[in-house]
């Protein structure tokens, strides 16, 4: 296996390989326990069919046999993933464990992991290590989830095909000259590949439902303010967002029992009770009234993007749910109101980034301001520079009501368009990205045709509602395309029951990649 960049204990094991299969007395079936989903592994564990111990080395050897192809990993934690696994296993004989104990995880490396790397996917993290762990982070520990390691990403989570990573490019498990999506790329295909069990990725434009729908797997948003942001390396402050990345939908229902609820430590942490999701985990969608926003339609739509998005919606049909068409009329402006605010934002969140406090320093520079400079120079990439400039711009003395202010007011309105159309709809379905996954390479001397591809997430993230993307199709070159269902602030659990009922009837979550 490869090493990847920053990778902690991953060398020089000693404990043996144990096998990757396992006979299952009920069933008399032999598996691949890295194929597992976290509920089934849940039901394997609590019988004691599989230890968590066994279970997490099958992950390791699995991602031993493909991540020197896709790349998924900036770092793996080996002798810290084994550890947690005898103290799962230890819980689970107690019979005191709950449905993540034991499962291993991945974790996008934008959250704080105490004593692990967080890089961001950027050189001027490249050597940080945080005191402290993200409230979501250790809302897994604490349920005793096993942290396999951190996901490859686009640095700072500013990129939609994770190839603007400092460390190294991710690939599509499904045909790896293609892009995964980003900019949680590495933790959608950790999933599509089986390199884990599930995942938590972060989106603030499209971040988890365009790289699951690229990876054909489930990805959903939350609400702005349903997880706690506290130990997220800041973005866009105001829509950077935590969700999980599964196999299925029953899986997104279980990590979002835990990773949600309401934290002091987060000052836009909504204080809501948060429902039990997996009770919305059930048959039928009669009565419901599914939105079909005309503007997510229009020209430039991929031909089999259209047929398979189609063919999702009369599927939702037969199960009960009515559909209409809504109108979302300020859709055309969501990628440039988006690209004011969120580079402003970017703008003020990396200031802190100088080589004063952490992070990289340039130890040739000679001067303050020259250390300054050259400090962000070599420590940020293009992408990142880009935004800088952009954010930095926009909110400059004379520019800023011209730019940030108005794309700030054109937010509402487009937050308005979603409120509107709530009142007469339960839910919207639409694509999640106009094309599936594009070849490695083919947008990056583009950066507006990059950001083009986010014209279907982009609208959900400013006004902060709820989205998932489900696996709904397949193009004619075999690529996973996801429908995306979006629901109203904090009523998550029709998007999972939209979802569920969907998944239920059809059998793309069944379909993995062939390494």
Not at 139 to 154: C, E, F, Q, R, S
Not at 253 to 271: K, Q, R, W
Request: aromatic residues 8%.
């Amino acid at each position: 296996m490869k090493v990847a960049v920053g990778q902690i204990d991953c060398r020089g094991q000693s404990k043996p390989s144990i096998g990757t299969k396992i006979r299952n007395p009920q069933s008399a079936m032999e598996m691949d326990l890295y194929r597992l989903t976290i509920h089934e592994a849940h039901d394997l564990l609590t019988r004691g069919e599989v230890t968590s111990v066994e279970l997490t080395s099958a992950v390791f050897d699995r991602i031993g046999q493909v991540e020197d192809r896709t790349g998924a990993y900036i770092m793996l934690v080996k002798d810290r993933a084994m550890a947690e696994a005898e103290a799962a296993d230890e819980v689970i004989r107690q019979g005191t464990g709950g449905p993540l104990t034991g499962v291993p995880l991945a974790i996008k490396d934008i959250l704080c992991t105490e004593g692990i790397r967080t890089t961001c996917g950027s050189k001027i993290l490249e050597n940080f290590i945080p005191p402290y762990s993200s409230t979501v982070v250790n809302k897994l520990k604490k349920a005793y989830a096993v942290i396999v390691g951190k996901t490859n990403m686009d640095e700072f989570a500013m990129g939609s095909s994770t190839e603007h990573s400092a460390f190294m490019v991710t690939r599509n498990p499904w045909d790896l000259t293609r892009i995964p999506g980003g900019s949680s790329g590495g933790s959608a295909a950790s999933v599509a590949a089986d390199e884990c069990i599930g995942a938590i990725g972060t989106d603030t434009g499209g971040s988890i439902r365009q790289p699951a729908s690229h990876c054909g797997v489930v990805g959903l948003k939350p609400t702005y303010g349903r997880v706690s942001r506290f130990g997220l390396v800041a973005f866009a402050s105001s829509l950077d967002q935590i969700g999980p990345i599964t196999k299925d939908v029953t899986d997104c229902a279980i990590l979002m029992n835990e990773i949600c609820g309401y934290d002091p430590n987060d000052s836009t942490s909504v204080p809501r009770e948060v429902p039990d999701y997996t009770g919305a985990l059930q048959a039928g969608l009669k009565g419901l009234v599914v939105g079909i926003p005309r503007e997510y339609f229009a020209g430039g739509l991929d031909e089999d993007v259209a047929q398979a998005v189609n063919a999702a919606i009369k599927v939702i049909e037969e199960l009960g749910a009515t559909s209409k068409s809504v109108s979302l009329p300020h859709t055309e402006y969501a990628v440039a109101v988006y690209y004011l605010i969120a580079p402003a934002e970017a703008s003020s969140n990396l200031a802190r980034y100088d080589g004063v406090r952490y992070g990289f320093r340039d130890k040739e520079a000679e001067e303050l301001i020259q250390m300054y400079r050259d400090t962000r120079s070599k420590g940020f990439g293009s992408e990142v520079q880009r935004r800088i400039i952009i954010g930095t711009y926009a909110l400059s003395a004379g520019y800023y009501d011209a730019y940030y202010g108005k794309a700030s007011r054109v937010r509402t309105l487009i937050m308005q368009d979603f409120n509107q159309a709530f009142e007469t709809c339960d839910v919207l379905v639409a694509p999640v990205a106009p094309t599936p996954a594009f070849r490695l390479g083919e947008k990056l001397d583009d950066p507006l045709a990059m950001y083009l591809s986010d014209i279907f997430t982009l609208p959900a993230s400013l006004a902060g509602i709820a989205g998932i993307s489900v696996p709904c199709g397949f193009s004619k070159d075999g690529l996973p395309i996801g429908l995306q269902i979006l629901s109203k602030h904090f009523d998550e659990e029709k998007l999972i029951r939209v979802a569920y009922n969907f998944e239920q009837a059809t059998d793309f979550h069944t379909k993995r990649a062939k390494l």
